[in-house]
């Protein structure tokens, strides 16, 4: 089962994609929460209903789809995860996951242009796949991890060079507003038998940039669940993003940073893909509240 986030007649809500049609869960089956965290939280009931339930379908391409969770409780991303990547950065290969964090605020929809910050023009891609948790959990062993995975998805691990490299952690540079675009829907974990197996692709521009497969992954997704889960608690909606294969823009030679009208597309076997071009920041001063 694909399942979405979409805005339609002003309100946001969840779907089950089947083929060019959203079934509108709201519509359909009216007693499921209609927001993507809560409606993991109610768990295998709640999966069983969305996945039987029928009728309320509307054309996709007259849906707006946003980001599958809107605001992931935790972004966790991993560092030098592809032996390719660790390669092109003349980095040495880790022994222990490297782990950081998007901020959630970073999340952004599956086909909306993202920002070439005001900051900064040393803006990259980083082509990744992304694990969403179905349940919450702690102390996950590796052979068990499987029950905790809602599904899988593609996320861009937007990374803004200079700002990520000029201090020691990389929480700004990672995590500037739009800088995840991630979808276009989740595919749940029964959908997808080996998450190890899948081709993934970037391009930008139409030149292929990033081609990989994630049987290359150093430390897979069970593992990664197994060694965060030892620190801190997994929750329903929150993401992985697995880390990026080689063939990001600042290791070519020479660097080729994306800048305004570039777009890129991601694409993961049995997931879909994502297709974002690049904009300036808006300009304006935003005070909220
Ligand atoms: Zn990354």
Not at 119 to 138: M, P, Q
Not at 200 to 224: A, E, H, P, Y
């Amino acid at each position: 089962m694909k399942l979405v986030t979409f805005s339609h007649s002003g309100t946001t809500r969840i779907g089950r994609v089947d083929g060019d049609q959203v079934v509108d869960l709201a519509a359909a089956a009216p007693d499921l929460p209609t927001e993507m965290v809560s409606f993991l939280e109610a768990g295998e009931s709640a999966l069983e209903v969305a996945a039987s339930c029928s009728g309320h379908a509307l054309p996709i391409q007259d849906v707006k789809l946003c980001a599958p969770v809107l605001r992931p409780p935790k972004i966790l991303a991993v560092g030098l995860n592809y032996a390719d990547h660790v390669e092109e950065t003349g980095m040495k290969r880790p022994e222990i996951p490297m782990i950081f964090n998007k901020q959630s605020t970073s999340a952004h929809p599956p086909h909306e242009a993202f920002h070439l910050p005001r900051a900064s023009t040393a803006l990259d891609y980083e082509g990744e796949l992304g694990v969403v948790i179905g349940k919450r959990c702690r102390h996950v062993p590796r052979d068990r991890a499987r029950e905790v995975i809602a599904g899988y998805t593609i996320a861009n691990d937007v990374s803004v060079r200079d700002w990520q490299l000029r201090v020691q952690t990389m929480t700004m540079g990672k995590s500037f507003d739009t800088h995840c675009p991630m979808g276009p829907w989740i595919v749940t974990a029964d959908d997808l038998e080996d998450p190890h197996s899948l081709d993934l692709k970037t391009w930008v521009n139409g030149d292929l940039r990033q081609s990989s497969n994630t049987k290359n992954l150093i430390f897979d997704c069970f593992s990664l669940i197994e060694h965060l889960s030892t620190a801190f608690t997994l929750e329903p909606g929150d993401l992985i993003s697995t880390g990026t294969p080689g063939g990001v823009g600042i290791a070519m030679k020479p660097p080729q940073m994306l800048t305004e009208g570039d777009v890129v597309r991601i694409s993961i076997d049995g997931i879909g893909e994502i297709e974002n071009a690049v904009v300036a920041e808006p300009p304006e001063t935003v005070l909220i509240g």
